[in-house]
């Protein structure tokens, strides 16, 4: 059976070049990037050279960037430390954060006593600009806000230029969560005065266990895994060379083609849009993910006029690898924290979100399949609310 892979928001298939380039670092620069001698040093500039390019991709200073195991470990190193080293007593962030966030800023809460103000998104998703321009006037507190780029589950844009000045008006910290749009946009640091962000590699088809934090000069920022002078003594240990060269190889290959890419991505999440609309009676979209000047065009939330928990299961076993959330709450028993912000209580009995990501990889004819799988699903139940209405 050939798979169909439409689970990119969750990680994405290793390029070719990525491997290529990540198996002759391994066979050939095998040094510790601390040692002095020349197999030390080449690992060294391989990675620092990888550092100027993240650095000219966000037009920051490479000192500015700290490589990591992943996105998780970026927000977990930047807020707990903003609350450890920078002074921060309150963080104001929402429901609909990846729990990377949500549970730091939760154990936070609990074991050192931060407030935490939520700022609930509307039926949409989306987060109010006036409200919490109103919540940073209302405390003197030190404060961190944490709202990430683009949801991972709904795709909708936060206005991140907008919410960073807003921040920086108040004297506020700004960390917005990144991991689903880095790559795929243009992101601008010397334009959006954002403190700190966070990336995955594998969101664009680089390796798993390789990132970064972006964590911007003098905000005081200080590393909670000590042992060494590793990454500015952000973070101590032996750097992933290998992995941080596949970043770099993966950041390069999708900034050269980030325009096509995007234009092919766009109009695949088009024809799944128009093709779910034409063959699923009383289907709908969450969010803001079918309007694309308001989404990540690598996301579409989708919303079954069903209830079928297996639903996930029954298009594995089609062949068909797609999720009904965020990968961190797959197999969960219980709805995601962003369907129950934005369903009410008869959508969330009646219906069944399922989340469809795409990559410069997806073609028109896996979309064919997985619509075609889903109508044979929904043909089921309308044979079964027939049965059941006639006895």
Do not use: W
Not at 150 to 155: C, D, F, H, P
């Amino acid at each position: 059976m050939n798979k169909i892979y439409l689970d990119n928001a969750a990680t994405t298939p290793l390029s070719e070049e990525v491997i290529d380039a990540m198996v002759n670092v391994l066979k050939n620069n095998y040094g510790n990037p601390s040692s002095t001698h020349s197999l030390g040093q080449e690992a060294k500039i391989l990675i620092e050279n990888v550092r100027r390019q993240v650095a000219e991709y966000l037009k920051v200073t490479p000192a500015e960037i700290i490589f990591t195991s992943c996105g998780t470990e970026s927000n977990n190193m930047i807020i707990k430390s903003c609350v450890d080293h920078c002074g921060v007593e309150r963080i104001i962030t929402s429901p609909m954060e990846h729990k990377c966030v949500s549970e730091t800023v939760m154990d936070l809460k609990k074991r050192k006593g931060i407030e935490v103000v939520y700022l609930r998104p509307d039926s949409r998703g989306d987060i109010s600009i006036e409200e919490l321009a109103e919540v940073l006037k209302n405390s003197e507190k030190k404060t961190l806000v944490t709202l990430m780029h683009a949801n991972n589950e709904i795709g909708n844009l936060l206005d991140i230029k907008k919410v960073a000045e807003l921040c920086k008006e108040n004297n506020a910290l700004f960390h917005s969560d990144t991991v689903q749009s880095m790559a795929h946009m243009d992101l601008d640091f010397s334009d959006i005065p954002v403190d700190f962000a966070s990336c995955s590699a594998h969101k664009f088809h680089g390796p798993k266990g390789s990132g970064f934090a972006f964590i911007r000069k003098a905000t005081g920022l200080k590393g909670i895994i000590t042992g060494g002078p590793q990454e500015r003594s952000l973070r101590a240990g032996t750097e992933n060379v290998c992995g941080i060269v596949g970043l770099g190889k993966a950041l390069e290959l999708y900034l050269n083609n980030m325009d096509s890419y995007a234009n092919y991505i766009k109009e695949i999440k088009q024809y799944a849009i128009t093709q779910l609309s034409e063959k699923i009676k009383g289907v709908k979209f969450n969010g803001r993910s079918s309007e694309m000047d308001k989404s990540l065009y690598t996301v579409l939330s989708v919303l079954l006029p069903f209830k079928d928990p297996m639903i996930g299961l029954k298009l594995d076993m089609q062949g068909i690898a797609i999720s009904q959330g965020s990968a961190c709450s797959s197999g969960a028993s219980k709805p995601s924290m962003v369907m129950m912000m934005i369903l009410d209580e008869e959508e969330m009995m009646e219906t069944t979100p399922l989340r469809v990501s795409f990559s410069h990889l997806t073609t028109k004819a896996e979309i064919d399949a997985l619509v075609s799988g889903v109508a044979e699903i929904a043909h089921g139940f309308e044979i079964e609310k027939t049965n059941v209405e006639h006895r």
